[in-house]
Structures are given as structure tokens and as C-alpha cells.
């Protein structure tokens, strides 16, 4: 697969993503049955599609697995606590932690260009937290963050799998999820056909059918650019709330959203421009 349709392959993950703040609001459970029904679901369909030989994974799945269960259920937590665009874009700061760790775990240096844009999200990330936030909106963002160094951490390790099959840690992160998860299924799930289709299609469609799309992509990019690339799901994602359950952003969330877009964006349009120039053919 080419540079091209890989990234292709991203912005239709992003597409896809996008469609998982609303959708998380409009289910009348609590967050952590969501994420594990959810995560149970996406389950089956990584599997059917994987179809592992064996469950004797190497220490790089289990890592890129646990990373994935913190992103996902930090996700749905912060979901309900504060706004569904505040989450998105505090998670889309993963960027820095990718950078930041990226030398260590990949061997991939950062450059100035990504230090720059680092300094930017950090200052739009500083602007989330500028806002008048109540005990409960300030834990949502704290798990946003917490959400964005998983997604960081899958990235990494994911990538470390380009050679093999990235798309284990998803699978066995999908699993530890739903366990985790379960002593909450008891008391907190109601039979509203809505809330079950809803939560079917986070499964299989806005995590199973992303994630593939995502493993496919990443074999192909640098781990930073598995980040960037995706980048309709943090813009997408508040316009979906805002049009389905009229959910507002803050104007200081806003500027703080900019911020993020802007460094990871642009980011990656500069670093872009300086591959071709370097190698026009």
C-alpha cells in the first residue's frame, strides 16, 4: 500500500471516530457499562477479522492492549462528565506524548517542527482548563488527557508492531476492557432497543470497523502522522454534538480546540511540504 491511500485510510477512520461523542450521550447508562459493551462488541468483529492462531502475545500487544483499555474508558467517563468537543480535543493532544516518548520506545527523533507545534497544543490544552469548570467538568477533562496519553501509548506500540500484527493489541485492549467493565453490567443495563443500537453500532462500526481501517494504515505512516492525519475526528466530532443534542462549546474551549488543531495540523502540512521538497521525485 502507498503513503497516499494509507492516509486516505485515516481520514475515514477520523470520519468514523467522530461519531462516538454524541452517541455515548444519547445512552442512558453509565459510562463504564457503555465502554464495556461497547469494547465487547468491537471484540467479536477484531476477531473474526484478525483471527488470531493463538492468545500468546508478545509484551508489545500487551502494552499497546492496556494503553487501548485506558484510552477507551477514560474516553467514556469524560464523555459524561464534560463536554463531548472538550474530550475529543484535550485526547487529540496525544501528539506531545507521542514526541515526547516516540525516541524512547520507536527510535524516531522528534524535530523542531515538532516541538513547535508541541508548545502550541500545550498552550491550547492551558485554555481548557482557563474555564469556570465545575468539581464534575474538571474530571472529564483530567480523563481526556488521561484518554489522550492511551491513545498516545496504542499509537506507539502499534507502530512497533508494523511487521506483525498491530491489530492484536486492539483485540486483546477490547477484551481487558469488557472484563474490567463487568461487575457493572448487573445493575446498569436496561433493554431500550435505541440504547442497544446504538451502543452496536460503537462496536462494530465507530471502534471494530475504525480500528481495522486504522491497523491497515499504520503499518505504512510514522506513528506521529497515525495521529495527525485523522484529524476530522476532533473537528467533527463537536459540530455532531452541537447539530444532534445541541451541546455547545465555551468560547476559552474553542480558542483551546484552535490551538490543537492548528499545531497538529499544521504540523503536519510543514513537515509534508519538507519531505517532497527534500525528495521531489
Keep these: 500500500m502507498n503513503r497516499g491511500l494509507a492516509i486516505g485510510l485515516l481520514l475515514l477512520t477520523g470520519i468514523i471516530w467522530s461519531t462516538g461523542g454524541f452517541l455515548i450521550k444519547l445512552i442512558p447508562w453509565s459510562p463504564l457499562v457503555i465502554a464495556g459493551l461497547r469494547s465487547g462488541f ?125 491489530i492484536d493489541s486492539v483485540l486483546v485492549g477490547n477484551i481487558i476492557t469488557f472484563l474490567v467493565c463487568a461487575p457493572f453490567y448487573y445493575n446498569g443495563i436496561t433493554y431500550e432497543p435505541i440504547a442497544w443500537a446504538y451502543t452496536i453500532f460503537l462496536g462494530f462500526f465507530q471502534l471494530g470497523l475504525a480500528y481495522i481501517l486504522y491497523s491497515i494504515a499504520i503499518k505504512h505512516v510514522s506513528a506521529l502522522d497515525a495521529i495527525i492525519y485523522p484529524v476530522v475526528e476532533p473537528i467533527l466530532n463537536p459540530i455532531l454534538a452541537l447539530i444532534f443534542i445541541g451541546e455547545a462549546m465555551t468560547s476559552t474551549a474553542k480558542l483551546g480546540g484552535f490551538l490543537v488543531i492548528f499545531g497538529v495540523v499544521g504540523r503536519g502540512i510543514l513537515k509534508e511540504y519538507l519531505r517532497v521538497k527534500r525528495n521531489p521525485s
Design 42 to 166: 468491537t471484540a467479536i468483529i477484531i476477531f473474526f477479522y484478525s483471527r488470531p492462531k493463538n492468545f500468546r502475545f508478545g509484551k508489545n500487544t500487551w502494552a499497546g492492549a492496556i494503553c487501548y483499555a485506558l484510552m477507551v474508558i477514560c474516553f467514556v467517563v469524560g464523555n459524561k462528565l464534560t463536554s463531548s468537543g472538550n474530550v475529543i480535543l484535550i485526547q487529540y493532544a496525544a501528539p506531545v506524548y507521542v514526541a515526547i516518548f516516540g525516541y524512547y520506545i520507536l527510535g524516531e527523533r522528534s524535530t523542531k517542527i515538532d516541538w513547535i507545534a508541541i508548545l502550541i497544543i500545550l498552550t491550547g490544552l492551558v485554555c481548557f482548563f482557563l474555564e469556570e469548570l465545575s468539581f464534575q467538568q474538571l474530571w472529564g477533562n483530567i480523563l481526556a488527557l488521561l484518554s489522550g496519553v492511551g491513545f498516545a501509548g496504542l499509537t506507539l506500540y502499534m507502530r512497533k508492531q508494523k511487521n506483525a500484527n498491530p
